[in-house]
């Protein structure tokens, strides 16, 4: 099963983050498609705190565009 297409971020700055996150996916499913052992948390778990941390920077970037939509409607 083929991932949907993945649209190109509009805020440049969202690039970088879209492509870790492509990573981390990537990565992930390696550990997935490795049917000689299971998947343990201890490492998967690295994985899942590289996704929190990129959410926050995707957070941030978006709070940081809203800031300016709510100055700029002044």
Do not use: C, F, G
């Amino acid at each position: 099963m083929d991932s949907p297409a993945i649209p190109v971020p509009l805020d440049p700055q969202e690039q970088p983050i879209l492509d870790r996150l492509l990573h981390i996916r990537d990565a992930l499913l390696l550990l997935k498609q490795d049917k000689s052992s299971y998947i343990k948390s201890r490492d998967v778990l690295p994985h899942y705190e590289n996704v929190i941390a990129e959410v926050d920077k995707v957070n941030a970037v978006r709070k940081d565009q809203d800031r300016h939509l709510i100055h700029n409607r002044r």
